[in-house]
Structure formats: structure tokens, C-alpha cells
């Protein structure tokens, strides 16, 4: 009974928090239009994440959450796009605690009901790892597509390097690079990139306007420096740039094969519980017709 009562706190603290964003009447007006498709969409945004939001920036965002925030913002703003806004941050950081919330808080009330406490501490568990599991997942895509980028960009300065070498512009050598997809005509991340700010500057927009919005999509250190040479060199072109793309590369080169190793090690350890789990259970076919000759 007590786990049923804790599990009751729990959701009268979520309302109160709701409803300090909110206002009680608009929360009441939710409830009685829920019936509709648009009332029950209102409700749940009266209900979600956005109410946690409009209720701690009404009230204050305290500065070490806000500080986390921007960190995660930097993350995901690279993977969603630059129409990404911090808003849409905070009501990913909402959600993922409200699903949190909301499993700790059925944990409770399971538990009260089948008059076992284990299963409170399970709910309790499962909504602290699905909560750090939605924010681990946005750290390992942002890994993920840095180490995309790091494999690709060695062969993008090889290219270049041979093209303007070989007398081309930085204009057209980049357009050509654009026009041919890497590795048998596999798209991608920075390829799509590239072909996004050769066709900006088709379309009318500045070299250096096109290759920094190049460069903050990519949002990588060594993309930068890719884009900082390029822009302090390319209208001198010829050798002074290939020497200089020349410089850059070599150290590329050493990153995406230690971004190679990386992954490989990465494929291996995930092949260890599915080889140890097929282990055990051919262990237990080959095991238990023995086991029953014995016994008989």
C-alpha cells in the first residue's frame, strides 16, 4: 500500500509541476476537450516535457543544467541540422526524463499492487538507465559521425591536392570531388556536405560564406583546419595549396586509421556476448542428453 501511495505522491508532483508552468484551468480545460484527436494532443503537450520546459524558463534555468544543456545542444545540433534550436534541446533532455519519471514512478505502483518491493528498485533502475541511456545514445551518434568524418576527409585532401596540383581551381577541383561519390559510389557524410556547398555556390553564395556554413554543418577541429586553409589559400591556389593540404593530410591519415582501429575493436566486443551466449547454450544441448544417460 505504501508503494501505491509513493507511486500517487509521485504523479501529484508531476501535476503540481504541470500545473506551475501551465495553470490549473488549463490543465482542467485539457482534460475535459481530451475526447479529440486536438484536445488529447494538447493535453499531452500540457502534460510533457514542454510544461517541465515553460516551467523552468519562467522560473529561472539554474546554471550547472544550463551548462549540461549547452553541451548536449553543441552534440545534437550537428546531427539534427542548423534549424536545430535549444528549445528543441531542452524538451529532448525533458522527455528523456519524463520517460525516466514515468517508469519509476509505474515501478511503484506495480510493486504496490503485487505486493512486491523488488519490483519498485527495478522500476527505479529502469527509469534512471532509460534516461541515461537517451542522452548516451546522442554522445555516441555525435562519436559515431566524427569518426565518419575523420575516414573520409584524407581521401577528399587527396583529391584536391592532385586536382589543383594538376592545374584546376579550388572551385572546380571541389565540384569535381562533388560530382563523384568516395568508395564506388557509397555516399557519405561528408561528401553530402561538400555537395551542399558546391551547389550554395552555384547557386550565387561566396566561396567563404559557403565553406564556413561547410564547415559548421561538419562542426569537427580537423574540418575546420581543412576549411581555414582553404580559405586563406585559395586564391593563390597552384602549389603553395597543395603543399599546404599536403601538411594537413599527414596527420589525417594517422587519426582514421587510429578511428579504424577504433571501430574494429568496437565490432569485436560486441561480438563477445552473442559468441559467449551461443557458447553456453551449445554447452547445454551437448551437455543435457549426457546428463540425462547418466541420471537414467
Same mark, same amino acid.
Given at each position: ?12 508532483? $508531476? =501535476? ?13 480545460? +485539457? ?8 484536445? &488529447? ?35 545534437? &545540433? ?5 534549424? $536545430? ?35 519498485? $528498485? ?5 527509469? =534512471? ?13 555525435? &562519436? ?8 573520409? =576527409? ?45 551547389? +550554395? ?48 593530410? =599527414?596527420?589525417? $591519415? ?43
Amino acid at each position: 500500500m505504501r508503494l501505491v501511495l509513493a507511486s500517487a505522491v509521485m504523479g501529484l508532483i $508531476w =501535476l503540481a509541476l504541470v500545473s506551475a508552468s501551465s495553470g490549473w484551468k488549463a490543465v482542467l480545460r +485539457a482534460l475535459v476537450s481530451s475526447s479529440s484527436t486536438r484536445g &488529447r494532443r494538447e493535453l499531452g503537450r500540457r502534460l510533457g516535457a514542454e510544461a517541465i520546459v515553460l516551467l523552468l524558463e519562467t522560473r529561472g534555468m539554474p546554471q550547472v543544467l544550463d551548462d549540461r544543456l549547452a553541451i548536449l545542444h553543441a552534440l545534437m &545540433r550537428p546531427l539534427k541540422g542548423e534549424q $536545430w534550436t535549444v528549445r528543441e534541446t531542452r524538451l529532448f533532455a525533458a522527455n528523456a526524463t519524463g520517460y525516466g519519471y514515468l517508469a519509476a514512478a509505474a515501478g511503484l505502483l506495480v510493486a504496490g499492487i503485487a505486493g512486491e518491493p523488488n519490483i519498485a $528498485w527495478l522500476g527505479c533502475i529502469c527509469g =534512471l538507465l532509460l534516461t541515461i541511456g537517451r542522452l548516451r545514445e546522442v554522445h555516441n551518434q555525435a &562519436r559515431r559521425r566524427k569518426q565518419e568524418l575523420l575516414l573520409a =576527409l584524407p581521401d577528399l585532401l587527396g583529391k584536391l591536392t592532385l586536382l589543383i596540383g594538376a592545374g584546376e581551381t579550388v572551385h572546380r577541383a571541389l565540384a569535381h570531388c562533388a560530382d563523384r561519390p568516395p568508395g564506388h559510389g557509397r555516399e557519405s557524410l561528408l561528401h553530402n556536405e561538400l555537395v551542399k556547398a558546391v551547389q +550554395a555556390m552555384s547557386n550565387g553564395q561566396s566561396f567563404s560564406a559557403a565553406i564556413e556554413a561547410f564547415s559548421r554543418r561538419c562542426a569537427v577541429q580537423e574540418v575546420s583546419v581543412f576549411t581555414t586553409v582553404l580559405l586563406l589559400n585559395y586564391r593563390r591556389g597552384g602549389d603553395q595549396l597543395s603543399l599546404s593540404l599536403r601538411e594537413i593530410s =599527414l596527420p589525417l $591519415w594517422d587519426k582514421r586509421r587510429s578511428a579504424a582501429r577504433s571501430r574494429g575493436e568496437e565490432a569485436s566486443s560486441k561480438l563477445v556476448f552473442p559468441l559467449t551466449g551461443i557458447f553456453f547454450i551449445l554447452m547445454v544441448l551437448v551437455g543435457a542428453p549426457a546428463m540425462l544417460l547418466m541420471n537414467g
